[in-house]
């Protein structure tokens, strides 16, 4: 009998261990390009929600839009898509993940097109509501794609880090960008532009995405929950955004929000008494979800307004142009993709989530207490550029805690649901954040538009910035879990 010599045995042994360590590595990397896929989309719908708002003056000029029109073509998308968010993930559990973001990134594009050769001003809201519609089906899907693509490894912590610090960059560098297309390309560019990056997302999520299954079957559709939760939410962030101008004590604001109390809480009563809700109650009685949430309401609060708020400090006092404005404050998408990329998962991983985000949500308040140093002579180093890291890299830090806090613990059939919720949380805190803090500004200010008056009413706002991330770190301390996660039970790579 021949026997094999060594070189054979060993090409014969080793064969397939190099076939199991290849297909290993390229299921890796699928799995890291599908991410990157998700959180391209992420930051340009974060983006798109800042981006038009730098917009607004020549295209108001050109469409012959008032103030209030212009108001609109931003409450359209918000109240839109704060409405749907739930409604959007649940649809994402039923339908399938794959399907509901690509058919929200094809909506997404067409509608984007049709807004960038609009003539009117009705058409350009009507294409605001409809992003926003095609936004509340793709975020939650999104996440709950990143979810299941990192289920039980370990890198879900870095994933879940960068995917949330992407929202945060798109947010800041929207309005660099804004500022960028309109001086260069005109108002309409900021439209335009997502028509070919939706149809190649869509395109590209055809072959790269995974096609998940809920483990669940579908056994009815809680028509009444959608109604009643899309109702509540979109009239309380209709309140919300409306109550700077209409004023907290008027009957709008007052009305508005009344009603949205009534259908928010026949929701709940909806919800509890339905055999399969939209929204399972039992959900809430998860602690670090509870903790998760309620961390990412304040830190949305607190945080989100005080971009807009440098936009107006920089461009009404210091007299900045748009393009201006957004690149002194670029350091803060920059501190948070740094921070989120190579330090934000690896400290959750070791430390866990307590830790991670109190060290967090240190950094921020921090920032945003320095923010209380601004002046009319607008030193930048101090001023802006020292709290803009600070709360870049404390941000960088809590996100990926915040976020695997609020969605660790959904199981396969509730992934979409459980993101629709994070993502409604964070919406409604962006709206209570901006209404409040720039209701604080004008008050303080007196309605005056002298730079100290001003000054006076962004110094104020800041101070209730610094005040709401305070009250996020005493969350995070008494409502996360000490006990760092444990580690994952399945490891597999496969997309």
């Not at 981006?51 to 609109?72: F, H, K, Y």
């Not at 709940?268 to 939209?278: D, F, H, M, Q």
């Not at 330090?343 to 109190?358: N, W």
């Not at 992934?415 to 803090?437: D, K």
């Amino acid at each position: 009998m021949k026997v094999p010599s060594s070189g054979s045995v060993h090409s014969h042994t080793s064969w397939p261990l190099l076939q199991i360590v290849s297909f290993r590595k390229l299921a890796v990397m699928n799995r890291w390009a599908a991410f990157s896929l998700l959180a391209t989309t992420q930051f340009v719908l974060i983006l798109d929600s800042t981006i038009v708002s730098i917009a607004m003056p020549p295209m108001g000029r050109e469409l012959g839009m008032t103030a209030q029109d212009l108001s609109w073509t931003t409450t359209a998308y918000a109240l839109v898509f704060g409405g749907l968010l739930l409604l959007g993930g649940r649809l994402s559990d039923y339908v399938g993940r794959r399907r509901i973001f690509i058919a929200g990134m094809v909506l997404f594009a067409l509608v984007s097109l049709v807004g960038g050769v609009a003539s009117s001003g009705g058409v350009l809201i009507a294409v605001r509501a409809a992003q926003g519609l095609a936004g509340a089906l793709v975020a939650p899907a999104g996440m709950s794609l990143v979810m299941e693509l990192f289920k039980g490894d370990p890198a879900l912590n870095k994933a879940m880090g960068l995917w949330g610090a992407v929202g945060g960059m798109g947010a800041s560098v929207g309005t660099v960008l804004g500022g960028l297309l309109t001086d260069w390309f005109g108002w309409r560019s900021v439209f335009l532009v997502n028509t070919p990056i939706g149809l190649a997302v869509a395109g590209l999520a055809i072959v790269l995405l995974p096609a998940v299954r809920t483990a669940e079957p579908v056994r009815g559709f809680d028509l009444a929950g959608a109604i009643t939760s899309t109702a509540g939410l979109g009239l309380l962030i209709y309140a919300l955004t409306g109550a700077t101008e209409a004023g907290w004590a008027s009957a709008r604001t007052l009305g508005l929000g009344a009603v949205a109390i009534v259908l928010i809480v026949a929701f709940l009563v909806i919800e509890r008494r339905s055999a399969n809700p939209l929204v399972p109650l039992n959900v809430f009685r998860r602690r670090t979800l509870r903790a998760g949430n309620a961390v990412m309401f304040l830190v949305a609060a607190a945080m989100q307004p005080v971009a807009f708020l440098l936009a107006l400090y920089t461009q009404i006092v210091l007299g900045y142009s748009p393009t201006q404005s957004g690149l002194a404050t670029v350091a803060i998408p920059v501190t948070i993709a740094l921070t989120a990329s190579f330090l934000g998962g690896r400290m959750l991983t070791r430390y866990g989530l307590r830790t991670t985000a109190a060290a967090g949500l240190v950094f921020i308040t921090s920032g945003a207490a320095l923010y209380l140093r601004i002046d009319v002579r607008g030193d930048y180093v101090l001023g802006l550029l020292g709290p803009e890291v600070l709360t870049g890299f404390g941000f960088g830090l809590l996100v990926g805690a915040a976020t695997v806090a609020a969605t660790s613990e959904a199981s396969p059939s509730e992934s979409g649901m459980v993101s629709g919720l994070f993502n409604v949380t964070t919406q409604v805190g962006i709206s209570v954040g901006i209404a409040g803090l720039v209701t604080v500004a004008a008050a303080v200010s007196g309605g005056s538009a002298a730079p100290e008056a001003l000054v006076s009413g962004y110094r104020a706002a800041f101070l209730g910035s610094t005040v709401l991330s305070a009250f996020a770190l005493v969350a995070a301390l008494a409502l996360l879990p000490r006990r760092k996660e444990p580690a994952p039970e399945d490891l597999s790579v496969t997309v």
